[in-house]
């Protein structure tokens, strides 16, 4: 039967099991070592022990609870006689000492404490809060303001990195192709995205990890980073800087601004991350200085006419485009005169500095003294002057018109307003008469009326006058048609007036290819079977036909320009390649100097043969038709061909009503370059 046993040290009663003193924790082998018992020996004496056991209860006071576990294990151990307790004199020393002992026990909390809180602080991510922000200084030096912003990127651009990286652990997984999607990895890791971020706020898990140091893995770094970059309900951070608006305007380089960091506490203690440095100031730099503006920078005033007629043109570049500028349109100046131009500047925002305003407009900073603007408006006076004396000009000198046709058919029926002498434009009026198409050496009738405003300009007119059916003195002059006057494209022209049209003709020899590969036989050419491949595509020769008769007056054609084209095909059901022939034309063409007619409408013929081409148009009747020679044009591919030497033929056939007879004349023979272009 088991016996409960006391302790030697304090008399509190232990179990038959138990190696230690609930109590005081003073080792049970120990006690019966000193004892000189063994766990052995001390087992027949466990009766005596429970025999003792009422005594120990009834013993009131704790020397008889003390002395009687004592004699208990005397008893079991006869041999050995029981040490002295150590602890004895502990427990009087404690006694005695209550006020050190109280003092002591403090002490012990105190450090228990401070080491709770110690592994409490020690837990937390403690981060500058100036360290997640950044600075921009905005304004002119003077009349600066600051302005701060978390310095992170993008928002799109964590929400592209978490996409990826979820994207990339699926593809992972389910060995799953990406494909373009790639990409938008490598945009998301991109370094490049804007300038340098706080490494609180990284996309990198290397950076990331280094900031958040206290983060088990870069999974409660990134948890950690998107606790600083919570959103309120308008998407705006929650984290964010306030200025004192009193202290946050008209600053300068230099001076210092106090930064107050708001935000949720709790919500960021919840993360494990703590803010110091929440109050703090920022030093200005950086301000530029706002240019001065010079409200009448660009500003061109000049004066014409005549002394006491005299007018204003004011011109100015738009230095400033919110500025706009009044004036007076006055044609009664002379010298000496003051002229007022006004500035009228429209902006928002403008503030006042001391003595100066300035403003922000399209990320630039103007300023301007306060004083010098009454009512957003700045005058200034100019002087005039350079006012010129009456003068007597000739209104025919220089003059050049506008015609319909050409020489040897030329109509003149205006004059072109860019001729007209400046001081005349607004001054008088021009008339043209003339009765009929005229050539060379034919004359017309230019009359020029003037208005009162010509003699208040202080300016004459010279040549022969005439009075006109409502009583007007006008001045007239006869003029001569000259070379000067536009002309129909001739025979010695013509080439060049084709070459003009290149970039047209090539335009229009590609519809032709395309019209003509894969189909029949363009009418009239003869073959059998589509074209399959055209072979070549030659140029023969430019030539020029000109009306012998008046046909200004009907619809037929004052002159016509042909290039003529040889093409050689291959067709799916002719055994040999067939050639026929084709023209490009345009007509009405006439030369002012050596620029033609622009925009000239083309047409195209196809022709059996050359000789179709001749009967058709070389001797069409009513017209002259001269071969203009074939210049040297290079070839556009490895194939050419020669256009064999032929007689420059003119064919003049009248029409039917004339009286006269055709006649053919041949010069000497001039040698043709042709251009073979590939189908």
Same mark, same amino acid.
């Given at each position: 039967m088991n016996t409960i046993k006391f302790c030697a040290k304090c008399g509190a009663p232990i179990g038959p099991e138990e190696k230690f003193c609930g109590s005081c924790g003073a080792s049970v082998a120990e006690m019966e070592a000193e004892a000189g018992i063994s766990t052995q020996q001390a087992a027949p004496a466990q009766a005596p022990v429970q025999q003792a056991q009422p005594v120990q209860q009834q013993a009131p006071q704790y020397d008889q609870q003390y002395a009687q576990p004592a004699n208990n294990y005397a008893q079991a151990a006869a041999p050995a006689a029981a040490k002295p307790n150590p602890f004895a004199k502990l427990g009087e020393w404690v006694k005695g000492h209550k006020k050190i002992t109280l003092i002591a026990a403090a002490a012990l909390i105190v450090v228990i404490v401070a080491i709770i809180i110690l592994c409490n602080i020690l837990k937390y991510q403690v981060i500058d809060a100036k360290d997640l922000f950044k600075f921009e200084f905005k304004g002119i030096d003077g009349c600066g303001y600051v302005e701060a912003e978390l310095n992170?990127?993008?928002?799109?651009?964590?929400?592209?990195a978490d996409a990826t990286s979820a994207l990339g652990d699926l593809a992972d997984e389910t060995d799953l192709d990406l494909g373009d999607l790639d990409d938008l990895s490598d945009y998301a890791s991109s370094s490049d995205k804007s300038s340098k971020v706080s490494k609180y706020f990284a996309l990198d898990k290397k950076t990331l990890t280094k900031a958040f140091n206290k983060a088990d893995d870069f999974t409660e770094a990134k948890k950690m980073?998107?606790?600083?970059?919570?959103?309120?309900?308008? @998407?705006?951070?929650?984290?964010?800087?306030?200025?004192?608006?009193?202290?946050?305007?008209?600053?300068?380089?230099?001076?210092?601004? &106090?930064?107050?960091?708001?935000?949720?506490?709790?919500?960021?203690?919840?993360?494990?991350?703590?803010?110091?440095?929440?109050?703090?100031?920022?030093?200005?730099?950086?301000?530029?200085?706002?240019?001065?503006?010079?409200?009448?920078?660009?500003?061109?005033?000049?004066?014409s006419g005549f002394d006491g007629n005299g007018s204003a043109d004011v011109s100015y570049d738009s230095a400033y485009p919110f500025i706009y500028y009044d004036y007076d349109y006055k044609s009664d100046l002379k010298n000496g005169d003051k002229y007022t131009v006004t500035a009228n500047i429209d902006v928002y925002g403008a503030e006042e500095s001391g003595d100066m305003t300035w403003f922000e407009y399209d990320d630039k900073y103007y300023t301007y003294k306060t004083a010098d603007v009454k009512d957003g408006k700045v005058t200034k006076d100019f002087t005039v002057e350079g006012l010129e004396k009456t003068q007597e000009i000739d209104p025919f000198? @220089?003059?050049?018109?506008?015609?319909?046709?050409?020489? *040897?058919? $030329?109509?003149?029926? %205006?004059?072109?307003?860019?001729?007209?002498?400046? #001081?005349?434009?607004?001054?008088?009026?021009?008339?043209?008469?003339?009765?009929?198409?005229?050539?060379?050496?034919?004359?017309?009738?230019?009359?020029?009326?003037?208005?009162?405003?010509?003699?208040?300009?202080?300016?004459?007119?010279?040549?022969?006058?005439?009075?006109?059916?409502?009583?007007? !003195? $006008?001045?007239?002059?006869?003029?001569?048609?000259?070379?000067?006057? *536009?002309?129909? $494209?001739?025979?010695?022209?013509?080439?060049?007036?084709?070459?003009?049209?290149?970039?047209?003709?090539?335009?229009?020899?590609?519809?032709?290819?395309?019209?003509? &590969?894969?189909?029949?036989?363009?009418?009239?050419?003869?073959?059998? @079977?589509?074209v399959t491949s055209i072979e070549s595509f030659d140029y023969v020769d430019t030539y020029v036909a000109f009306t012998n008769k008046k046909n200004y007056d009907s619809w037929e054609n004052t002159n016509a320009l042909y290039n003529l084209y040889k093409i050689t095909v291959k067709t799916d059901k002719e055994k040999k390649a067939v050639s026929f022939y084709a023209s490009i034309y345009c007509s009405n063409i006439v030369a002012t100097g050596e620029t033609f007619t622009e925009? *000239?409408?083309?047409?195209?013929?196809?022709?059996?043969?050359?000789?179709?081409?001749?009967?058709?148009?070389?001797?069409?009747?009513?017209? !002259?038709?001269?071969? #203009?020679? #074939?210049? %040297?044009? *290079?070839?556009?591919?490895?194939?050419?061909?020669?256009?064999?030497?032929?007689?420059?033929?003119t064919t003049t056939t009248t029409a039917k009503t004339d009286s006269s007879v055709a006649e053919t004349t041949t010069s000497a023979k001039d040698k043709a370059t042709t251009t073979t272009l590939v189908p």
């Open positions: 992170c990127y993008d928002k799109s651009y964590y929400s592209m980073r998107n606790a600083l970059l919570k959103t309120n309900s308008d @998407g705006e951070y929650k984290l964010k800087i306030t200025f004192d608006k009193k202290a946050n305007k008209n600053l300068k380089n230099g001076d210092k601004v &106090k930064c107050t960091v708001k935000y949720n506490e709790d919500s960021l203690k919840d993360k494990n991350i703590k803010l110091k440095n929440t109050e703090f100031e920022v030093t200005v730099k950086d301000l530029k200085n706002g240019e001065e503006i010079d409200f009448f920078k660009g500003v061109e005033v000049k004066f000198e @220089g003059l050049e018109f506008e015609c319909s046709g050409g020489v *040897p058919f $030329v109509k003149p029926y %205006s004059v072109k307003d860019e001729s007209i002498p400046a #001081a005349l434009k607004d001054n008088v009026s021009y008339s043209v008469s003339c009765d009929d198409y005229i050539g060379i050496g034919g004359t017309f009738k230019v009359t020029c009326s003037p208005y009162s405003s010509l003699a208040r300009n202080g300016i004459t007119l010279s040549g022969k006058t005439e009075t006109n059916d409502w009583g007007d !003195t $006008v001045y007239v002059k006869e003029i001569t048609v000259d070379e000067t006057f *536009p002309a129909y $494209v001739t025979a010695d022209n013509g080439k060049a007036a084709m070459d003009s049209y290149q970039s047209y003709l090539d335009d229009k020899i590609e519809d032709m290819r395309k019209d003509i &590969k894969g189909h029949y036989a363009p009418y009239p050419a003869d073959f059998d @079977g589509k925009e *000239p409408y083309f047409s195209t013929s196809y022709y059996n043969k050359e000789a179709d081409f001749k009967k058709k148009v070389i001797e069409a009747e009513g017209y !002259t038709t001269t071969k #203009a020679g #074939a210049a %040297s044009k *290079p070839a556009t591919d490895d194939s050419s061909s020669a256009a064999a030497s032929e007689a420059t033929t």
